[in-house]
């Protein structure tokens, strides 16, 4: 047996004992239960412009399938505003009791001794109090009106008791104390408002022993400072919401849509609702939500932190790696087969650190298929998609840990998954003698057909690489093909366009009698459908049978649109030959 035969062989096997090691994560990441939850500030404005309490609200919309609900930390000033507290500076109290002992530039309340006492426990700063007419009031050398002043936990007990899910909202500030009640004994889970979570720069080991427990929440698209490190102690759970300006831009269909769509494709557990400005739309919203959850299969309930212990059969697939690197460094033309492996395992290391096995499988098996010249026609193709699908293995029994699939440690090198590929099997073509091939190279006479493909092609590399993840700027998308990825995603679960247009292109390539150059600058082309394959499964927060699925359609579709290409062009060659 041959060294390549060897090595892959040693590809195949290391493949398939990698795989029990995705099983942990596949039991771990099934969709839902999930739990809708309404934001409190906006039950709270209803109920005031309803004349309702807030119970009766969420009453309302508990019968719309909403079993949760978001209670934030109040500050001095909601207090006031409420009628709990009257606060006045110095120079307004004055003026009322002109002969009291007041000092000039402070700040004064007075209320409930309860309320006060919760307040002053909450924080570091100097205190006095002193009796004003006939009231005691609570004096403090800075304005206070934007402090934490607790959650309402009489409102809390209430909600619980009548088996609510509750989420407690509690917000950072440099004169808190961390050392009291954080969050009300009856949340069920934590979701900081605002940037930076409780404690950011100092106090992040308190906050975790406060919390007790208590499952916090990832807000996706709203990156939190010192989340990463609570996390490492307390349960995670994912949470989607969307901005209230967006959502107003969206049908309540759209919306119930991407609601679903994270509940299904990215395990968003946390389903984090406002209602729309007219509540004819709100309840059509949570109507539409409800029946597509149903239809996707997601329950409505109590949701449980997805946490899993990573299988040491993982680590099989380094031996797959190393064997897929040698096979490249024998297949490109040498003498550069050995520093090109070399360098990529550097860039990876360098790129990722510890997660560098994960970057090298990605960007190296896409490739890897196109050095397989001995195979006519589409077996090429099969070969490429075979070799990528090795490499899917092996990245993601790498690289899904709680953290990663959490979307806590995001894979790192998601462009080079794209452009890498492409540029190694561009290397490929140079045939042994490349001297002499690059003095012909520069010699060759320029056509204008083919600087047309070849700046076609880099077009084609340059879109794939702007677009890549989940939020390509909307400039770059175009309209119709918003709508086109909507329709497709209630019908199935869709495929990457840039999949369908490379896997489309390989029967054109491989079944058509073009020039030799031409046919490897399609292939190269292909080669950015491979590396796009990996670049699927590298969003480790998707569900990996949603990948599958995702890969597998954009296969079959991409066959049967580059079939019918081919087709269609052997019948115009016919017809422009006649």
């Known amino acids: 047996m041959n060294p390549r035969s060897l090595l892959r062989v040693v590809v195949l096997l290391s493949a398939v004992l990698s795989l029990p090691a995705l099983l942990p994560r596949m039991q771990a990441e099934r969709p839902g239960p999930v739990v809708l939850i309404m934001d409190g500030e906006e039950v709270a404005d209803q109920a005031r412009f309803t004349g309702q309490t ?4 969420m009453q309302t919309y508990r019968a719309l399938g909403v079993q949760g609900v978001a209670l934030y930390e109040q500050s001095v000033r909601n207090w006031a505003n409420r009628g709990l507290l009257t606060s006045h500076s110095a120079n307004t109290l004055q003026l009322v009791y002109p002969n009291a002992q007041i000092k000039p530039g402070w700040f004064y309340l007075t209320g409930p001794a309860s309320l006060l006492d919760a307040m002053v426990a909450r924080w570091n700063i100097p205190t006095e109090r002193v009796l004003i007419g006939t009231q005691t009031w609570l004096a403090t050398p800075v304005n206070v009106d934007f402090f934490p002043a607790g959650f309402d936990l009489a409102l809390a007990r209430e909600l619980k008791a009548q088996g609510f899910y509750l989420v407690a909202r509690p917000f950072d500030h440099p004169y808190r104390k961390y050392d009291v009640e954080l969050v009300p004994p009856e949340t069920d889970a934590v979701v ?31 990156p939190q400072r010192g989340f990463a490190q609570l996390s490492r102690t307390l349960p995670v759970k994912r949470l989607f919401s969307i901005r209230p300006e967006w959502q107003d831009k969206l049908t309540p269909a759209e919306t119930a849509d991407k609601f679903v769509l994270a509940a299904r494709e990215r395990g968003h557990q946390l389903l984090y609702l406002r209602p729309y400005k007219q509540p004819g739309d709100t309840e059509a919203f949570l109507t539409i939500l409800r029946r597509d959850l149903e239809r996707s299969r997601i329950s409505i309930g109590q949701p449980t932190a997805r946490d899993f212990s990573p299988s040491p059969l993982r680590f099989v697939a380094l031996v797959g790696i190393l064997a897929g690197l040698a096979l490249l460094a024998l297949g490109l033309p040498q003498p550069w087969g050995i520093p090109v492996a070399v360098l990529l395992t550097l860039f990876a290391l360098g790129v990722a650190r510890a997660d560098a096995g994960p970057l090298l499988a990605a960007m190296v098996f896409p490739a890897l298929g196109f050095l397989e010249r001995h195979r006519p026609g589409l077996r090429l193709w099969l070969a490429a998609v075979l070799y990528s699908l090795a490499g899917v293995v092996f990245l993601a029994a790498l690289g899904s840990t709680p953290q990663s699939v959490l979307g806590l440690e ?17 290397l ?24 047309g493909v070849a700046l076609l092609g880099l077009a084609v590399v340059g879109l794939a690489v702007l677009r890549r993840g989940n939020d390509a700027a909307p400039s770059i998308v175009p309209e119709w093909e918003l709508q086109l990825r909507a329709f497709l995603q209630d019908v199935m679960v869709r495929p990457r366009f840039k999949e369908i247009f490379a896997h489309a292109l390989a029967p054109v390539a491989l079944l058509l009698p073009w020039p030799t150059w031409l046919k490897n600058v399609l292939l ?54 006649r």
């Open 192 to 222: 900081f408002a605002g940037l930076d979570v409780l404690g950011y720069k100092d106090h992040l080991e308190a906050v975790a022993a406060g919390l007790q427990g208590k499952p916090i929440a990832w807000i996706e698209g709203t």
């Open 428 to 451: 490929s073509f140079l045939p042994a003698a490349y001297k002499p091939a690059l003095n012909a190279l520069y010699n060759h006479p320029l056509k204008l057909g083919e600087v």
């Open 524 to 577: 190269v082309l292909v080669a950015v459908g491979m590396g796009s394959i990996l670049n699927t499964f590298s969003h480790y927060h998707t569900p990996l049978s949603i990948s599958f699925f995702r890969v597998l359609n954009g296969l079959l579709i991409g066959l049967l649109v580059g079939l019918v290409g081919v087709w269609v062009i052997r019948r115009l060659r016919e017809w422009w030959l």
């Open 54 to 57: 807030f119970l009766q609200v």
């Open 410 to 426: 995001p894979f790192r090198g998601v462009s080079l998954t794209l452009v890498v590929p492409p540029l190694l099997v561009a």
